[in-house]
């Protein structure tokens, strides 16, 4: 089973920077995709950015310009740097990725990590 582990959360001023890890493990043959997701309080669970297999990438709307996903192969591990900050960014982080493992297809969560934006 492909289990993955976040990183980075915390407390940050408006404007300032956060980077977010999330390393996975496992008996892992690929990745097709690795995704981060966030939760506010009271608000559904929506689409950060996203990196296909191919490296084509996918950003929600209210953090295109800010945000930047990327990825290290090598460690099976993908990256959220999170600039200029604003307090509505504040939410539970969720790393997924969609993994091929030796059952077949994964659909993987990360355990989530909190970020605070504060005014």
């Known amino acids: 089973q492909v289990q993955l582990v976040e990183s980075g959360g915390g407390l940050v001023q408006a404007g300032g920077s956060l980077r977010l890890s999330c390393a996975a493990s496992?008996?892992?043959?690929?990745?097709?995709?690795m995704a981060w997701y966030r939760q506010a309080p009271g608000k559904q669970r929506e689409l950060v950015a996203s990196?296909?297999?191919?490296?084509?990438?996918n950003y929600g709307d209210s953090v295109k310009g800010r945000f930047t996903i990327s990825r290290d192969s090598t460690k099976n591990t993908v990256y959220l740097e999170m600039n200029n900050l604003k307090p509505e960014d504040t939410a539970v982080y969720y790393c997924?990725?969609?993994?091929?493992?030796?059952?077949?297809?994964?659909?993987?969560w990360g355990q989530g990590t909190l970020v605070t934006v504060s005014s």
């Open positions: 990196m296909s297999g191919g490296g084509s990438t």
């Open positions: 496992g008996r892992i043959f690929s990745i097709n995709i």
């Open positions: 997924n990725m969609i993994v091929r493992a030796t059952r077949g297809l994964e659909n993987s």
